[in-house]
Each structure stands twice: as structure tokens, then as C-alpha cells.
């Protein structure tokens, strides 16, 4: 990024672009996040599975956003990988209603944080605990004491209890997000 670049978006004439990893198991609510992210008259009414990938456009006050929304489904986790070098940001959603698959999750967080793509750099982790509108759902306390993370030393990380069906502590993340890219300068 050029001197003219820098100065344009540091006096908010123009958005930084930043590639943000969406990922989590299948149902876990990662699409519907992303719904509720966008602008109200952007939003659609039904969320479909997604097959493969899809990719969703949100903007801060000062950032834009590319999230790439990768299937949770198993046959579709091994193209995660693919999309770890070009991040600079990771949303892991965790259902915490399903406990029983929250071990599955931990799995799949710990091949994501071994992957030589996302090891060697300082890639701030975004975790929303979903689903805390559901009863019998774990608090963010327990989603992360589950995941193991704080094991999770060498990333910053934050784990914000929500729902993607009221849009609560959705924000709250992508503040927090928003937050760590600019102080990482990533």
C-alpha cells in the first residue's frame, strides 16, 4: 500500500480490504452470522447450507470486508486450508448447543492453528460462542474452556457469546475484529 493509499483510508476517504476466514462446523450458524452482518436491506430471508464456499461483502466504519464462508459439512473442511494464506482474520463459529460436537470443532481449530499457513503469523481469531438463545446452551466461558483455548497463546483471540438469529454479540466481535487488524496492521 503506497503513501497515498495509507493517508486515504487513514483519514477514512477510503476502506482497507481485508480477507476474513469464516469457518465452523456444518449448522453451526456461520451463514446466518454473515447474514445478520450485512445491511438490512442486503439481508436474505431463508439461509441455505452452503456447498463449497460462498463469499459475502460486509463493511465497517472503516473496513471492507471479504469474508469467505467455507462449508462446516466434512467433505468440504479439507478446502479450508486452501484460503489460510490470503486471511488476515479468522471467524470460528461454535454451536453451543451441541456440545457433543463441540470436541469435533476443537479438532478442526487445532489442525487450523497447526497449519504452516496460519502458524507462522499472528492471525487475530475471532470465536462467537452461537446459539446462546437455545436452552441448555453452553456460556462463552464453557465454549471456550471445551475448545481449549486458552492454550491459544500466540494469536490474539476473543470469544463473544451470540445469536445469529437476533443478531446478539455480533457486533460486539466485529468490533473487536475490526480492533486487532488495525493494531496487528496485518
Known amino acids: 500500500m503506497g503513501l497515498f493509499d495509507k493517508l486515504t ?22 451463514s446466518t452470522i454473515l447474514n445478520q452482518l450485512k445491511p438490512e436491506n442486503a439481508q436474505t430471508q ?11 461483502k460486509i463493511s465497517s466504519c472503516s473496513l471492507s470486508f471479504t469474508v469467505f464462508d467455507m462449508s462446516g459439512q ?6 479450508w486450508e486452501h484460503y489460510y494464506r490470503d486471511a488476515q482474520a479468522i471467524i470460528f463459529v461454535v454451536d453451543s448447543a451441541d456440545r457433543l460436537r463441540i470436541v469435533v470443532a476443537k479438532e478442526e481449530l487445532e489442525a487450523l492453528i497447526n497449519h504452516p499457513d496460519v502458524k507462522r503469523k499472528r492471525i487475530p481469531i475471532l470465536f462467537y460462542a452461537n446459539k446462546m438463545d437455545l436452552q441448555g446452551s453452553l456460556s462463552s466461558v464453557g465454549v471456550s474452556q471445551m475448545m481449549g483455548l486458552s492454550s491459544l497463546t500466540d494469536k490474539p483471540w476473543q470469544i463473544c457469546a451470540s445469536s445469529a438469529v437476533t443478531g446478539e454479540g455480533l457486533k460486539e466481535g466485529v468490533d473487536w475484529l475490526q480492533d486487532q ?5 496485518t
Open 9 to 30: 483510508v487513514w483519514l477514512g476517504l477510503k476502506k482497507r480490504q481485508v480477507n476474513v476466514l469464516c469457518v465452523g462446523l456444518d449448522n453451526s450458524g456461520k
Open 46 to 56: 431463508d439461509i441455505v447450507p452452503t456447498i463449497g464456499f460462498s463469499v459475502e
Open 74 to 79: 466434512g467433505r468440504y473442511r479439507s478446502l
Open 181 to 185: 487488524i488495525f493494531s496487528l496492521k
